[in-house]
């Protein structure tokens, strides 16, 4: 159960709605980017957490984390099985945030995409981010759920000026990762 609100100081249960004004007495409250979170009886610890479904890559970066085999790696985890591994997580923690980042995300179909963050959102998840290269466009990359980070090294990464250019076509705010190099 969470109830969205501007916390500032300390807490008034009063202003609560009712319902929840009750249910404090055998439940707790933490805050959580702004968000009121009632859980059973014990608070549970908050988490981040980086999820790659995916290695396959449409740029091979000689100073990619990711060897050569696991960039044409084209296998992916199915958004049922996220789900799964993240209600397990859910067991004992409260994420906070999911970092989704690969290979590059934006090869994956749009429907598979649009799975994961609804999967992810359902779930309660308190936000999503998406690292990608933006070598390519996909609707995902203005979706409000989503916190983009783009990866963009100049000269030194493939298809640079497409990924500037692609940047400016961004609707909401994101992230840039740069490398740092000579």
Known sequence: LSYNAKVRGSLDISKLPTALHHGLNA???????????FQGAQMKPLISI????????????????????Q????????????????????????????????????LLPESYL????????????GG???????SLLSSIVNDERVHVSVSYDFHVREQ???VFENMGKLKNGFSVLLLASP
């Open 128 to 134: 999503i981010g998406l690292n990608t290269n933006l």
């Open 160 to 162: 640079s000026e497409r």
């Open 27 to 37: 439940a707790y409250a933490h805050v959580v980017h702004n968000r009121l979170c």
């Open 114 to 125: 649009e799975s994961l963050i609804n999967c992810l959102t359902v779930k309660g998840v």
């Open 71 to 106: 960039l044409k790696d084209k296998t992916l985890l199915g958004v049922d099985k996220i789900g799964e591994l993240i209600e397990l997580v859910q067991e004992r923690y409260e994420i906070e945030w999911v970092d989704l980042y690969g290979g590059e995300l934006l």
């Open 50 to 69: 980086s999820l790659n479904p995916f290695y396959y890559c449409n740029f091979s970066c000689s100073f990619c984390y990711l060897t050569t085999e």
